[in-house]
């Protein structure tokens, strides 16, 4: 419990100190799905697939603000949202804007479901919030929402 709460703490001084600017939300297809969860040389990526109207994806989007600021030497955290990519200008970035999500958002702008889907994982059955941790040796998929405590164990495995 002590590391918890010391964690917590560490990532709040942080998180003040934050200084990276609001993301703005970026359209990407198919390829560009292919290209985002491909494994880097350079740093861990922790991809998670979220939408505003999802109310556990919103609840966990601070973990992945906290870890993309805590850890960002090693790790690079990419938001992709499922909305639609007509809401863009009315849902999505002002949700941005308002809650100061600073990672990268990426706006998935693809219907084919039925085929990107496997891409990311073959037994994902496209229900969200869902979170893929790849490294240049290592992935690892997580089909549920993630506590801040799971998050940074699952991120350690990868350390």
């Keep these: 419990m002590k590391k918890i709460f010391y964690f917590l703490t560490i990532i709040t001084l942080f998180t003040s100190c934050d200084e990276r600017a609001i993301s703005t939300v970026e359209k990407i297809d198919q390829e560009g799905l292919k290209k985002v969860i491909a494994p880097s040389q350079k740093k861990i990526k922790v991809i998670n697939f ?10 966990e989007l601070p973990y992945f603000e906290d870890l993309g600021y805590a850890y960002r030497d090693e790790v690079e955290v990419i938001l ?10 009315s849902a999505v970035q002002p949700f941005l804007n308002e809650n100061k999500i600073k990672s990268t958002v990426l706006l998935l702008d693809d219907p084919y479901a039925a085929e990107w889907i496997p891409i990311v ?6 229900a969200i919030p869902v979170t893929m941790i790849v490294s240049k040796d290592k992935k690892q998929f997580y089909n549920k929402a993630l506590t801040q405590e799971q998050l940074e164990d699952a991120i350690n495995t990868f350390l």
């Design 80 to 89: 992709i949202s499922l909305d639609e990519a007509k809401n863009i200008d």
């Design 121 to 126: 994982d073959e037994h994902w059955d496209g």
């Design 50 to 59: 979220w939408a505003t109207w999802c109310a556990p994806c919103v609840e």
